[in-house]
T-cell receptor, first 113, second 112 residues
Framework: DVKVTQSSRYLVKRTGEKVFLECVQD?????MFWYRQDPGLGLRLIYF???????EKGDIPEGYSVSREKKERFSLILESASTNQTSMYLC????????????FGPGTRLLVL | AQSVTQLGSHVSVSEGALVLLRCNYS??????LFWYVQYPNQGLQLLLK??????LVKGINGFEAEFKKSETSFHLTKPSAHMSDAAEYFC??????????FGKGNQVVVIP
């Protein structure tokens, strides 16, 4: 059974803190994605990676960075958290090709105070 | 650029009644189309998808969707709603690698 896990389900941080969100997939997928989900806005793509050490900006990359040192792991970094980054963060992965089914993790609900 | 329209953020349906969620998309090329479901405090789970071939697609939990190219639509239906169908549903379209555009979602409430 496919599995995407995220390091935390709930996270509370203070403004200005550096925040790391971790995502791990066990399906040997080439592509990994980070989305944020906000009520009434659906899912918006922050960054994606199509290979180890490769990354591409999505639609809303400002204030975020990513790291992919190993194929199975994709990290989202908030260099200096702000209150407008309070959101649900979802990680996903898919096989090479990029248009196939994306498999999602359970999400991390981040609150920035 | 691809985009997805889902009307009605909240949809109420009586238990046993038809579930109909509308999805219209814009795309410059034939797209891949998806419906995902999100149960409370969970990630998204694939309900069904259309890539090529038969335009009526059957998914999990009794849901199906029909791709209508002339109407640029991919509406989701289920003949008889069950309490367990209460969730948020997202339509998504992909017309280029690595890009999946989501609609804003429909929160479905099932009334006993």
């Amino acid at each position: 059974d496919v599995k995407v896990t995220q390091s935390s389900r709930y996270l509370v941080k203070r403004t200005g803190e550096k925040v790391f969100l971790e995502c791990v997939q066990d399906m040997d997928h080439e592509n990994m994605f980070w989305y944020r989900q906000d009520p009434g806005l659906g899912l918006r793509l922050i960054y994606f990676s199509y290979d180890v050490k490769m990354k591409e900006k999505g639609d809303i990359p400002e204030g975020y960075s990513v790291s992919r040192e190993k194929k199975e792991r994709f990290s989202l970094i908030l260099e200096s958290a702000s209150t407008n980054q309070t959101s649900m963060y979802l990680c996903a992965s898919t096989v090479a090709g990029g248009q196939e089914t994306q498999y999602f993790g359970p999400g991390t609900r981040l609150l920035v105070l | 650029a691809q985009s997805v329209t889902q009307l009605g953020s909240h949809v109420s349906v009586s238990e046993g009644a038809l579930v109909l969620l509308r999805c219209n998309y814009s795309s410059s090329v034939p797209p891949y189309l998806f419906w995902y479901v999100q149960y409370p405090n969970q990630g998204l789970q694939l309900l069904l998808k259309y890539t090529t071939g038969a335009t009526l697609v059957k998914g999990i939990n009794g849901f199906e969707a029909e791709f209508k190219k002339s109407e640029t639509s991919f509406h989701l239906t289920k003949p008889s709603a069950h309490m367990s169908d209460a969730a948020e549903y997202f339509c998504a379209v992909s017309d280029s690698p690595y890009r999946l555009a989501f609609g804003k979602g429909n929160q479905v409430v099932v009334i006993p």
